[in-house]
């Protein structure tokens, strides 16, 4: 069995073929598909969503990336779901340092990233929830932030760092987001960390509708190519072991982490 780990299959852009897509993933052993908040408005969306179908869990969060939307309030609201709804996660938050913050109007955004982020931390930390987090650019600080709040654990969803910041990840109890982006065979750098890193590190996921693996270069990206992905890692990982061994170590390494998906996902 195959677990999405993070889509964002609220998306409107997924409304014509929802159903059609899920049935797909589930003829491809794909039983689980954690579906991450990035705005408040989104949320009761994700919930009802998540309701409906079985194979759908909930995380609910700020995103980094629309500061814009984000309210104080949010935050109170996210607290206060945390605490009535069954979430699987916080997330998806983070910082997104992608752009220079050298304008005021740009540090403002980075002083105010980094406000939400903490305040979330600290909601996830009350309640227990493992946490999905979006780093770009991002990871020293990323990493500063999780020091201080050691008690939580989570994933660093696609993630792009280094092989020393894997490491301080690891330490730190977190697993890595393995998706798209690894498929690409000028990502040599990232691709290498696959060998490098023990293997219980790994979670997979497809980050759809964007960072489509290769062979969908340029499509609308989707839980079903999950399996492609997996393919990918089988490939990269390149040790006789068998894929069925491979996929089984994945699978546990994301509940490991998500635990509340262990009643609903098995081998
Ligand atoms: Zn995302």
Redesign the pocket.
């Known amino acids: 069995m195959l677990i999405d780990s ?1 889509c ?1 299959l609220d998306f409107p852009v997924f409304d014509d073929d929802r159903s059609v897509l899920l049935k797909k993933c589930q003829a491809q052993n794909i039983d689980s598909i954690v579906v ?1 908040g ?1 705005c408040r408005k989104d949320w009761s969306r994700i919930l009802r969503l998540c309701q409906q179908q079985k194979m759908l869990f909930p995380a609910l969060g700020l ?1 980094p990336c629309f500061m814009n939307d984000h309210r104080e309030d949010d935050l109170h609201e996210l607290s206060q779901l945390c605490a009535s709804e069954s979430l699987l996660a916080m997330g ?1 938050i983070g910082l997104d340092f992608f752009i220079t913050h050298k304008t005021s109007s740009e540090k403002e955004d980075k002083i105010k990233q980094s406000y939400f982020f903490s305040e979330q931390l600290q909601i996830a930390t009350q309640y227990q929830l493992p946490i999905l987090i ?1 780093a770009r650019k991002s990871h020293q600080e990323t990493i500063q932030f999780l020091k201080h709040n050691p008690s939580l654990q989570g994933i660093i ?1 696609a993630y792009s760092g280094s092989y020393e910041q894997a490491k301080e990840y690891l330490k730190l109890g977190f697993k890595l987001g393995f998706g798209g982006a690894f498929t690409y065979s000028k990502a040599t750098k990232l691709r290498s960390l696959i060998t490098k890193l023990p293997i219980d590190v790994w979670v997979l996921e497809t ?1 759809a509708p ?1 960072m489509s693996p290769i062979q969908h270069h340029g499509e609308r990206n989707s839980p079903q190519y999950l399996s492609e992905i997996a393919q990918t890692f089988i490939e990269l990982y390149d040790t006789p072991a068998d894929e069925g061994k491979i996929l089984e170590q994945l699978h546990q390494n994301t509940l490991d982490v998500l635990p509340k998906l262990k009643n609903n996902s098995g081998y």
Do not use: A, G, K, Y
Request: net charge negative.
């Open positions: 993070h964002h991450p990035v995103h998806e979006h969803h980050d964007d």
